[in-house]
């Protein structure tokens, strides 16, 4: 699946860094989502974009900034982390910005906070 | 709000038919039925999605009886690579993405 790309694949950092996650997608899709998937947790949705417009903010903390420059790219900007922030982030994209609208998901960035 | 219930887990075999069911006793009148499949350590995949009655593609159908209130994804012959977390999803597509909740799932196991 090639339509939604994430990088790094793998990070690794410490409380004081400062990151970024990468996302495209080359599907001309309006919507992208931002994904946190915890060990042994369900996905828990953290941000939407519509037409590069923030539409969903599910109380994530400000240590995470979301940046959507245009309907292909997303960024979520990371800055001092907790260990508990270890997780697999997932990107997705869709057509639109209705939640029956078929998402598709890159294949995720592994991160570990130390 | 309409909220979904499934088994934690389920196993079978190769070659078997496999039936998951999830449970969406306040489905609204406007909600459509998704499921996706999760391998570890990947996205979530997009399998199929339905209104009522029956849906089906190359990969599965959906069931949803008349009073909606459940569905069940039916994975014909299953094979190892299969073996997957699965998910439902019930959403109208106006509400807010804050009511989209994937769940836990279903892990689903296939032996040989």
């Known amino acids: 699946e090639t339509g939604v790309t994430q990088t790094p694949r793998h990070l690794v950092m410490g409380m004081t860094n400062k990151k970024s996650l990468k996302c495209e997608q080359h599907?001309?899709?309006?919507?992208m989502y931002w994904y946190k998937q915890s060990a042994k947790k369900p996905l828990e949705l953290m941000f939407v974009?519509?037409?590069?417009?923030?539409?969903e903010n599910n109380s994530v903390p400000s240590r995470f900034s979301p940046e959507c420059p245009n309907s292909s790219h997303l960024f979520l900007h990371l800055h001092t982390l907790q260990p508990e922030d270890s997780a697999l982030y997932l990107c997705?994209?869709?057509?639109?910005?209705?939640?029956?609208?078929?998402?598709?998901f890159g294949p995720g960035t592994r991160l570990t906070v130390l | 709000l309409a909220k979904t219930t499934q088994p934690i887990s389920m196993d079978s075999y190769e070659g078997q038919e496999v039936n998951i069911t999830c449970s969406h006793n306040?489905?609204?009148?406007?909600?459509?039925i998704t499921w996706y499949q999760q391998f570890p350590s990947q996205g979530p995949r997009f399998i199929i999605q339905?209104?009522?009655t029956k849906v089906t593609n190359e990969v599965a159908s959906l069931f949803i009886p008349a009073d909606r209130k459940s569905s069940t994804l039916s994975l014909p012959r299953v094979s190892l690579s299969d073996t997957a977390v699965y998910y439902c999803?019930?959403?109208?597509?106006?509400?807010?993405?804050?009511?989209?909740?994937f769940g836990k799932g279903t892990m689903l196991l296939v032996s040989p």
């Open positions: 997705a994209s869709s057509q639109g910005g209705r939640t029956t609208d078929t998402q598709y």
């Open positions: 599907l001309g899709h309006n919507a």
């Open positions: 999803l019930v959403g109208d597509g106006n509400s807010g993405y804050s009511t989209l909740t």
């Open positions: 306040n489905i609204a009148t406007n909600d459509y």
């Open positions: 339905g209104y009522k």
């Open positions: 974009y519509n037409f590069k417009e923030q539409t």
